[in-house]
């Protein structure tokens, strides 16, 4: 069974940290480059970042220099460590999975879920103030 599960959220001080982990099981991780969509109640879809299968990185200017997304192909897991979190953070995050030009889009105009190979349930990061 193909399966795409995101785990690491959950309720954090403005300030802190959380690292997101996303695992793929039942099909070939590194054929794909891979990226982060938050949603927050009532707000638009934002692409935060993505890395493509070549290692290169692209981040949303709201969360340069905070965040990191990484990849282990070894383990099929992609990683997105969140430093100095804001309340403006607090979103559901999904981990979504697809060719290259559709992830490069994703930071500056996220497609809809169906457009994905792979979309995940997502994982709650709450930011406090």
């Known amino acids: 069974e193909e399966q795409l599960v995101e785990s690491g959220g959950g309720v954090v001080q403005a300030g802190g940290s959380l690292r997101l982990s996303c695992a793929a099981s039942?099909?070939?991780?590194?054929?794909?480059?891979i990226g982060w969509v938050r949603q927050a109640p009532g707000k638009e879809r934002e692409g935060v970042a993505c890395?493509?299968?070549?290692?290169?990185?692209l981040y949303a200017d709201s969360v340069k220099g905070r965040f990191t997304i990484s990849s282990d192909n070894v383990k099929n897991t992609a990683y997105l460590q969140m430093n100095s979190l804001k309340p403006e953070d607090t979103a559901v995050y999904h981990c979504?999975?697809?060719?290259?030009?559709?992830?490069?889009?994703?930071?500056?105009?996220?497609?809809?879920?169906?457009?994905?190979?792979?979309w995940g349930q997502g994982t709650q990061v709450t930011v406090s103030s």
């Open positions: 979504v999975l697809g060719p290259l030009w559709l992830l490069e889009r994703t930071v500056v105009a996220p497609a809809d879920p169906e457009d994905y190979d792979y």
């Open positions: 039942g099909f070939i991780f590194d054929d794909y480059s």
């Open positions: 890395i493509t299968w070549d290692g290169n990185t």
